[in-house]
């Protein structure tokens, strides 16, 4: 069975820093491309990540760009999202969603991990 | 950046017929990807590649994409199908937009 299990959320000052990871099982995650995906309270979803499968090609949503990096451990089955400089505005629960191929839909999505921003 | 737009809101009774748009520009020309989010719960893809449906899925759910819109249809609706509704694609290899989302509510 495929699963998808984030970590790593928490309240956090702005400013400040967290580290989701999402652990992946029951399928080849080398094999596969990865996203992070964000959703406010309330509000719909955002795509802010995406990781090739060899963890080479790497891209994000401009609202990120330079704040936030990707990474995987292929050895590990892990996916990563390293924050930084984090604003009220970066409150959402983050999901990890996998992708079989380019132009592709995300067909196994984790349960998600709230990172709350606020002072 | 590419924008795709959905009705905020669906309202349909049961056992009639819900279409959800996403409108966006020559979207037709692009693969759409719709998904269904139940209250507390992860998006769950119900339609990919425009019209193809993933394995588990009901029939009553079809899909299809032309010029400026595409179009979730969901046929003889169920109060199981209440959700919100979300339209995607990839924009170029790298970048990926989602609609804003629909919430489907069932009479």
């Known amino acids: 069975e495929v699963q998808l299990v984030e970590s790593g959320g928490g309240l956090v000052q702005p400013g400040g820093s967290l580290r989701l990871s999402c652990a992946a099982s029951?399928?080849?995650?080398?094999?596969?491309?990865m996203n992070w995906v964000r959703q406010a309270p309330g509000k719909g979803l955002e795509w802010i990540s995406y990781?090739?499968?060899?963890?080479?090609?790497?891209y994000y949503a401009d609202s990120v760009k330079g704040r936030f990096t990707t990474s995987r451990d292929n050895a590990k089955n892990s996916l990563y999202l390293q924050m930084n400089s984090l604003r009220a505005e970066d409150t959402a629960l983050y999901y990890c969603a996998r992708d079989v191929g380019a132009y592709a839909p995300f067909d196994f999505w984790g349960q998600g991990s709230l990172v709350t921003v606020s002072s | 950046s590419y924008v795709l737009t959905q009705p905020p809101s669906v309202s349909v009774a049961p056992g009639k017929t819900a279409r959800i748009t996403c409108g966006g520009n020559n979207i037709g020309i692009k693969s759409v990807h719709w998904y269904q989010q139940r209250p507390g719960q992860a998006p769950v893809v119900v339609v990919y590649h425009d019209s193809d449906r993933p394995s588990g899925i009901p029939e009553r759910f079809s899909g299809s994409n032309s010029g400026n819109t595409a179009t979730l249809t969901i046929s003889r609706v169920e109060a199981g199908d209440e959700a919100d509704y979300y339209c995607?694609?990839?924009?170029?290899?790298?970048?990926?937009?989602f609609g804003g989302g629909t919430r489907l509510t069932v009479l």
């Open positions: 029951g399928f080849t995650f080398s094999t596969y491309e």
């Open positions: 990781i090739s499968s060899s963890g080479t090609t790497i």
């Open positions: 995607q694609v990839w924009n170029r290899n790298d970048d990926v937009v």
